[in-house]
């Protein structure tokens, strides 16, 4: 439409209705101008005046502020954009007061503010996703929060338990070594009072000899009780120990949920277990069997040890999987445990040359190989060993869960 309007000479802005210049000037679809009060009482029974196309004020509406689209100075259209001054111009004020100022069509203008606009709008859309995505972050770690306070409350609560008993215990135990070393001494005080009253007994001239027999012969034996002393537990140092170590279950909790992020889903591999190991069906379990399976005697298959190799491999990252029961080395190595260990949580960085056991149940260190480098494919390694009455249960390889119950070991 501001096409056909920029086509129109400016002596033809004359309405044809007044046959004056344009007041408050509308166009109709056929492109005729007029004033908008000359031509709003016809919108609906009167054809164009010029040339006969019928009109209705659906079709005028878009055309009631043709005004806002001339200048109002020159009456010409507004199809020009003046970059210097940021606003809209006609060619009449490109060569007046715009004259040396950079202009580009209203049209390449308007192309690069929706280009702009839809940048922007591209811009938020990505800004509201990071900030969904913190929200969600941050939802995530209340719930964290919330399920970490749980767990520390519990673990407080366990160990206020532990320690309200081990005051009591130290409490007996010592009792017990007071009242000991009391009916030591009550005893001996009876003996030297009978030994006393023994003497006074022979004190007389006439028993004088019995009494230097008597008083030369031994005395009963006697402890130096200077150096006997009952020793006391002080309840701040046992509190103390108990904080600590309540401190340090907490940092390996903590530890342990960063490293489980890590985990990864862990079968049997059928080709590689011993001819007499029976995996299940889900390849989650092994134990040992009396009778040798049906297998083919593959290069990869252990014999004569009853081990079995992982299916999934790993070159490269952190990984980490959980085992009912316990993990060996070659050559053994002796390790002095608070707690004897149900679960065994098995995290590797491949990069970070690191293999680490835990106590999954105490969320502590077992045993850790460090400053190795890996150079190929890793692959777990599991070993049931032979059938025993102490060795009858299965291995189970454990899905992991983020909320395993942490089993306080405090030891005073």
Same mark, same amino acid.
């Given at each position: 439409m501001s096409a056909a309007i920029s086509q129109i000479p400016g002596l033809h802005f004359l309405c044809s209705i007044c046959l004056k210049v344009?007041?408050?000037?509308?166009? *109709?679809? $056929?492109?005729?101008? &007029?004033?908008?009060? $000359?031509?709003?009482?016809?919108?609906?029974?009167?054809?164009?005046?010029?040339?006969?196309?019928?009109?209705?004020?659906?079709?005028?509406?878009?055309?009631?502020?043709?005004? *806002?689209?001339?200048?109002?100075?020159?009456?010409?259209?507004?199809?020009? &954009?003046?970059? *210097?001054? +940021?606003? $809209?111009?006609?060619?009449?004020?490109?060569?007046?007061?715009?004259?040396?100022?950079? &202009?580009?069509?209203?049209?390449?203008?308007?192309?690069?503010?929706?280009?702009?606009?839809?940048?922007?709008?591209?811009?938020? +859309?990505? /800004?509201?996703?990071?900030?969904?995505?913190?929200?969600? *972050?941050?939802?995530?770690?209340?719930?964290?929060?919330?399920?970490l306070s749980t767990a520390v409350n519990e673990l407080v609560q366990r160990c206020l338990t532990m320690l309200t008993e081990t005051v009591k215990e130290q409490q007996i135990s010592k009792k017990g070594e007071a009242d000991a070393v009391i009916k030591e001494l009550v005893d001996e005080y009876f003996e030297l009072m009978k030994r006393k009253y023994e003497a006074e007994q022979l004190f007389r001239p006439e028993d004088r000899f019995q009494l230097f027999q008597h008083v030369h012969s031994p005395l009963p034996a006697t402890k130096d009780y200077t150096e006997v002393i009952v020793h006391l537990s002080s309840y701040e140092e046992t509190a103390l120990t108990v904080a600590a170590q309540m401190k340090d279950q907490i940092r390996d909790k903590l530890k342990m949920k960063r490293m489980k992020q890590f985990a990864v889903d862990v079968t049997f591999d059928p080709l590689t277990a011993y001819n007499?190991?029976?995996?299940?069906?889900?390849?989650? +379990?092994?134990?040992?069997?009396?009778?040798?399976?049906?297998?083919?005697?593959?290069?990869?298959?252990?014999?004569?040890?009853?081990?079995?190799?992982?299916? +999934?491999?790993?070159?490269?990252?952190?990984? /980490?999987?959980?085992?009912?029961?316990?993990?060996c080395e070659n050559p053994s190595i002796i390790l002095h445990l608070k707690c004897v260990p149900k679960k065994v949580g098995v995290f590797v960085d491949y990069e970070g040359g690191v293999i680490s056991f835990y106590d999954v149940g105490a969320a502590a260190l077992i045993y850790s190989f460090t400053n190795c480098s890996f150079t190929y494919k890793l692959r777990p390694f599991f070993s049931p060993c032979l059938k025993n009455d102490n060795n009858a249960a299965p291995l189970i390889i454990c899905p992991v869960s983020q909320s395993d119950e942490v089993k306080p070991c405090v030891h005073i």
């Open positions: 344009l007041t408050d000037p509308v166009s *109709t679809p $056929c492109g005729h101008n &007029f004033c908008k009060l $000359c031509i709003s009482p016809r919108w609906d029974t009167s054809p164009c005046l010029d040339c006969g196309i019928s009109y209705c004020e659906i079709h005028l509406e878009r055309e009631l502020n043709l005004e *806002t689209k001339m200048c109002l100075k020159h009456s010409e259209p507004l199809d020009m &954009f003046c970059k *210097t001054d +940021q606003t $809209c111009v006609c060619s009449t004020c490109c060569d007046s007061e715009h004259s040396g100022h950079v &202009f580009v069509s209203l049209e390449k203008e308007s192309g690069e503010r929706v280009e702009e606009l839809q940048q922007m709008i591209q811009e938020r +859309q990505e /800004y509201k996703k990071e900030i969904m995505k913190l929200m969600n *972050t941050a939802d995530s770690q209340k719930g964290e929060g919330v399920e007499k190991l029976n995996l299940s069906d889900d390849r989650k +379990q092994v134990h040992m069997s009396d009778v040798k399976n049906n297998v083919p005697d593959n290069p990869e298959r252990f014999y004569p040890c009853a081990n079995v190799l992982g299916k +999934q491999s790993f070159s490269s990252g952190k990984f /980490y999987y959980e085992v009912l029961y316990v993990a």
